[in-house]
T-cell receptor, first 113, second 112 residues
Framework: GESVGLHLPTLSVQEGDNSIINCAYS??????FIWYKQESGKGPQFIID?????DKRQGQRVTVLLNKTVKHLSLQIAATQPGDSAVYFC????????????FGAGTRLFVKA | DAGITQSPRHKVTETGTPVTLRCHQT?????MYWYRQDPGHGLRLIHY???????DKGEVSDGYSVSRSKTEDFLLTLESATSSQTSVYFC???????????FGDGTRLSIL
């Protein structure tokens, strides 16, 4: 499959452990955040989103935390499975009159069986 | 998947030839986008469309043109391909510009 990013930060976890993937953003005008998962040879897949008026949102095995004070976003994956191995990246939607989506570079998650 | 089909999935061509990539959606979303993804750069916006015949440039639009004659189709054209345009190209759609984008599975383009 394609090489999404040769120099991405990598997180390696044991199957069954919890994973935490972090993302820093810089723009106070961001009012919507999204996490994507990208497997080798595929397009980015929407996982979960969160509005800026929230600080936590839960999905199935995933939780997103938003700390607006330090402009930090995290994705927590519970009981990580081999199928979770992928590149994860965050995106922010800026509201500056018009809207603009900015994508982060990503973190590669490797799950050891 | 969000009903997005990109074609072709793989293409190898020579420098100087024209190339057209197609994105087809079945979701009736208003916004469509073309990105390229290269190691070390993440997703970079080439062009986007906010309706039939309504398009605008992204951050890396030089050497690319687009057309949208129907809601469901968004074409990306490289008029005269160069080796620097070797990349993986993704199409995305969104209902509105302040909504999450959903992606196709990409076209791997190699220009020799």
């Amino acid at each position: 499959g394609e090489s999404v990013g040769l120099h991405l930060p990598t997180l390696s976890v044991q199957e069954g452990d919890n994973s935490i993937i972090n993302c820093a953003y810089s723009n106070s005008a961001s009012d919507y955040f999204i996490w994507y998962k990208q497997e080798s040879g595929k397009g980015p897949q929407f996982i979960i989103d969160i509005r800026s008026n929230m600080d936590k949102r839960q999905g199935q095995r995933v939780t997103v935390l938003l700390n607006k004070t330090v402009k930090h976003l995290s994705l927590q994956i519970a009981a990580t499975q081999p199928g979770d191995s992928a590149v994860y990246f965050c995106a922010e939607i800026l509201n500056t009159g018009g809207f603009k989506t900015i994508f982060g570079a990503g973190t590669r998650l490797f799950v050891k069986a | 998947d969000a009903g997005i089909t990109q074609s072709p999935r793989h293409k190898v061509t020579e420098t100087g030839t024209p190339v057209t990539l197609r994105c087809h959606q079945t979701e009736n979303h208003r916004y469509m986008y073309w990105y390229r993804q290269d190691p070390g750069h993440g997703l970079r916006l080439i062009h986007y469309s906010y309706g039939v015949k309504d398009t605008d440039k992204g951050e890396v639009s030089d050497g690319y043109s687009v057309s949208r004659s129907k809601t469901e189709d968004f074409l990306l054209t490289l008029e005269s391909a160069t080796s620097s345009q070797t990349s993986v190209y993704f199409c995305a759609i969104s209902r509105e510009e302040n909504q999450p984008q959903h992606f196709g599975d990409g076209t791997r383009l190699s220009i020799l």
